[in-house]
T-cell receptor, first 110, second 114 residues
Framework: KNEVEQSPQNLTAQEGEFITINCSYSVGISALHWLQQHPGGGIVSLFM???GKKKHGRLIATINIQEKHSSLHITASHPRDSAVYIC????????????FGKGTRLSVIA | EAGVTQSPTHLIKTRGQQATLRCSPISGHTSVYWYQQALGLGLQFLLWYDEGEERNRGNFPPRFSGRQFPNYSSELNVNALELEDSALYLC?????????????FGPGTRLTVL
């Protein structure tokens, strides 16, 4: 079992829909990152969370440390939001400090 | 402000050869991180350099190595290339020497091993 699991793996939405991407992890963490990877491969860091909730524009990220779960929400989705969204946790155990989920591929159709 | 740059964009090598990938961080950033993104495996942490020193490495064999130069640019070397080393190699930099700082990613080097 992967230490970081994302769901869904693939998601297709109509423009304007509210989107939720989930990330569950099994290791103890000190922080969690949400990343966005566009088709060309470029990666942008969206959020870094250690508790609570953060908002940037139409993007909202939440984390529940007790439940070991984080969600990324996109309001009023747009085709330009089409990308792979990756959750990464900063583990406080083991040799690898940053552990990644396999990503959620989002396609937003106009 | 220039972002993180990586070179070359693409690199084709044959099995057993060595590959050298380069990364220049954002000006003022001292930490450089290397990641491997192989098809179907997702991103995996490779190496972390800060102030010229290797701070941490992921679960990769010793033939993956690198260094950081006094100007904070970094080099990733992969010796004795194997077919499964084919991947997108991403470099990121951050201002602070900790994973909790925002990381800025370069466009990546796509390595193909034939």
């Amino acid at each position: 079992k992967n230490e970081v699991e994302q769901s869904p793996q693939n998601l297709t939405a109509q423009e304007g829909e509210f989107i939720t991407i989930n990330c569950s992890y099994s290791v103890g963490i000190s922080a969690l990152h949400w990343l966005q990877q566009h088709p060309g491969g470029g990666i942008v860091s969206l959020f870094m969370l250690s508790s609570g909730k953060k908002k940037h524009g139409r993007l909202i990220a939440t984390i529940n440390i007790q439940e070991k779960h984080s969600s990324l929400h996109i309001t009023a989705s747009h085709p330009r939001d089409s990308a792979v969204y990756i959750c990464a946790v900063l583990s406080n155990s083991g040799n690898t400090p940053l552990v990644f989920g396999k990503g959620t591929r989002l396609s937003v159709i106009a | 402000e220039a972002g993180v740059t990586q070179s070359p964009t693409h690199l084709i090598k044959t099995r057993g050869q060595q590959a050298t990938l380069r990364c220049s961080p954002i000006s003022g950033h001292t930490s450089v991180y290397w990641y491997q993104q192989a098809l179907g495996l997702g991103l995996q942490f490779l190496l972390w350099y800060d102030e010229g020193e290797e701070r941490n490495r992921g679960n990769f064999p010793p033939r993956f190595s690198g260094r950081q130069f006094p100007n904070y640019s970094s080099e990733l070397n992969v010796n004795a290339l194997e077919l499964e080393d084919s991947a997108l190699y991403l470099c990121a930099s951050s201002f602070e020497d900790r994973f909790t700082d925002t990381q800025y990613f370069g466009p990546g080097t796509r390595l193909t091993v034939l």
